[in-house]
């Protein structure tokens, strides 16, 4: 266990409504993650981050944002959701954001958009 | 730019069978590769790594070799159990790309049956 804790665990929501996912960790670590699991695609970047108020974009960003306000909370926001983003979020996080590191990932959110 | 690919699933082998899944990569530099899994209802966990050609990782009785010839990172397993059945997904991470994170292939869904 990795002190990772993604809230809420299960969303259901209605097209149109602001949805926010919440990756709380206690490791202090600097970069987090979110990631997206579809079938057929398998994961894939949404946004990442590499410190305090220091984000960056990821593979399939669009219809997404972040903030990281304080280091163990690393908050996705869709802005207005959509049927296309029923998913399974992941968040992950490691200490250095090295190449050859591994990431600790949090037990995912089912988000189900009607 | 960076990508992995792995063999489509499901894949399905009875109980002591041998296992292989197929991995290969394109990438700029000299990545570190790795395979993660993912058992029912859980995030993602490493399962094994290697950070340069011909270094094998192993654990939990898997094993896979990098092989920068074939640009491959197969899995394998010489005899399966029942609590070997989850998702496989192999992943690389390019040092040369700065903050860029790890890249994931599809995953392949392996179901062992006793």
């Known amino acids: 266990d990795a002190g990772i804790t993604q809230s809420p665990r299960h969303k259901v929501t209605e097209t149109g409504t602001p949805v926010t996912l919440r990756c709380h960790q206690t490791?202090?670590?600097?970069?987090m993650y979110w990631y997206r699991q579809d079938p057929g695609h398998g994961l894939r970047l949404i946004h990442y981050?590499?410190?305090?108020?220091?984000?960056d974009k990821g593979e399939v960003s669009d219809g997404y944002s972040v903030s990281r306000s304080k280091t163990e909370d690393f908050l996705l926001t869709l802005e207005s959701a959509t049927s296309s983003q029923t998913s399974v979020y992941f968040c992950?996080?490691?200490?250095?954001?090295?190449?050859?590191?591994?990431?600790?990932f949090g037990s995912g959110t089912q988000l189900s958009v009607l | 730019g960076n990508s992995v690919t792995q063999m489509e699933g499901p894949v399905t082998l009875s109980e002591e069978a041998f296992l292989t899944i197929n991995c290969t990569y394109t990438a700029t530099g000299y990545p570190s590769l790795f395979w993660y899994v993912q058992y029912p209802g859980e995030g993602l966990q490493l399962l094994l790594k290697a950070t340069k050609a011909d270094d094998k990782g192993s654990n939990k009785g898997f094993e896979a070799t990098y092989r920068k010839e074939t640009t491959s990172f197969h899995l394998e397993k010489g005899s399966v159990q029942v609590s070997d059945s989850a998702v496989y997904f192999c992943?690389?991470?390019?040092?040369?790309?700065?903050?860029?994170?790890?890249?994931f292939g599809k995953g392949t869904r392996l179901s062992v049956i006793a």
């Open positions: 992950a996080i490691s200490p250095s954001g090295q190449a050859n590191e591994k990431l600790f």
């Open positions: 981050s590499y410190g305090v108020k220091d984000t």
């Open positions: 992943a690389l991470s390019d040092p040369n790309s700065g903050n860029t994170p790890l890249v």
């Open positions: 490791e202090n670590h600097r970069y």
